[in-house]
């Protein structure tokens, strides 16, 4: 094909696996309801300093990664897709820098291409292509600031070197105020031991302040505004978000040191198969700068998240782009040899997943059915299955012609998997798909009320009303609640039938309700009123009384 035509291809698959399925289902809870409703307040609010999560302070991480989800509901509307646009940006930005990237280590367009298609089809990046949350954002400029680390350290002209070194800077910037401090470390994580090995300090010193200067000046604005705003911001994010996540025994999402070296294995599908056969050309080049940087780039992060105490899953997508660089350079070395065996084996493997997973959804169905009165879900999922196996075996069959057949299997995980979710997961996880059949009724209610964070972001988006009281729960709120003049915001259980009589008075009340186990034995008793019911959710709306 032509360059026009490779590229209009690419185009196509990104609209129709990736971006279609954006506004298939709804918003799964704990994360896509946070950043949908904290994008929202941005644009209601028109607060653009201090981040707040329905009407409460929450400093847990900086701004611009609120920022971008909030442009996403400005441009394409307060909506699935303008939820989770950023993400899906920033997957694809990351894509064609790796596309790029490699063009520069090897020259050499197969060896690109094959790179950008690793990347792009790894479980954990593509699942995360449509999932609103702040990790494919972070990557990206994590991402940016390496490549554009590896090409200041390569560069050949004095103009190249300065221009690269601001990128890095702004990369970094940019980073630190997605996520923090991370960004600023994890370049210098990879910077000084590579400069160590090849003796390039020279322009560690002497360009390295200009990229200081660059990410000090995108950071100052925001950071010196936010402390004007909440002195206390920087006290508690430092202290809270990243000395006590990654040292304190109490640390969130608590993980052992191993929680990785499995997961990157998960991570890596439909491609883990190849991991062997990539790390062993790797290091038989360790002599080669190129791959040095890259394993430096690997390695080195993920030692560092994996020392940490507070690990979750997405932490590590930014080790995952030096993995398909080496990848690409492997298999691209095989398929010009016609050697098919490492190719041979993950088609092997694919096709294994798919035979086990057959099983256990049958022992499931069989045993306590997953799906009950389902036929069109349960249909789907058996699709995504038989065709992930089939493209297993096509690529054990034939290895070398067709190496890419396990896109296609993932591109259809990516695209059918959210719709062949059974009922009661989406009615557990996904509560906006039940609070939206409600909306206009919940419009004209006086006062909102949940017992779940997930419910109650999910009501304060669609309804755009960030004042909903929580009801026995404070979670990841307890900081913004604890400011005297929001104690109103929550309500403990002993207490809820005294404060549900005295609001009811001033209006009507709606109560949605999530249990956990389904049993709704931890729910509070409600008189009477219009009940409505789905799965684990409940919602009752009470009229106003004299």
Sequence with gaps: ???????????LIFVLFYALPLSNHGLWIPDETRYAQIGQEILLSGDWVSPHFMGLRYFEKPIAGYWMIAAGQALFGENLVGVRIASLLATAMSTLLI???????WHNRRTSWLAAAFYASFGLIAGQAGYSNLDPQFTWWVNLSLAALWCA???????QRLGLWVVLGLACGMGFLTKGFLALLLPMLIAVPYAV?????????KFGPLAVLVALLVCAPWALSVHAREADYWSFFFWHEHIRRFAAEDAQHLRPWWFYLPLMLAATLPWAGLLPVSL????????????VFLGLWLVLPFLFFSLSRGKLPTYIMPCLMPLALMMAHAIDRRLSEHEGAALRFNGWINLGIAVIASGGLVFV????????????ALSLIVIVIVVWGLCGLVQAIMPIR???APLLGLWMLIAILPA????????????DTFIATHLPELMNVTHLVSNDLGAASALAWLTKRPDVTLYGTRGELKYGLSYPEHSHRSVAPDAFQAWLHETRKTGSVAVVLRSKDGSGRHLPQLPGGRRYASGHLSLVILEQTP
Excluded: G
């Design 365 to 376: 169905q069989w045993k306590q059915p997953v799906y009950v009165d389902e036929p069109l």
């Design 280 to 291: 062993k050309h790797a290091w038989r080049e360790r002599s080669s700068a190129d791959m």
């Design 197 to 205: 090995c090849h003796k390039c300090f020279k322009p560690l010193l």
């Design 1 to 11: 094909m032509s360059r026009v035509q490779q590229w209009s291809l690419i185009v």
């Design 420 to 431: 062949a979710m059974p009922a009661r997961v989406v009615n557990n996880k996904t509560p």
């Design 153 to 159: 350290l390569n560069a050949s002209t004095i103009q």
């Design 99 to 105: 596309f790029l990237l490699a063009q520069r280590i």
């Design 402 to 404: 067709l190496w890419y």
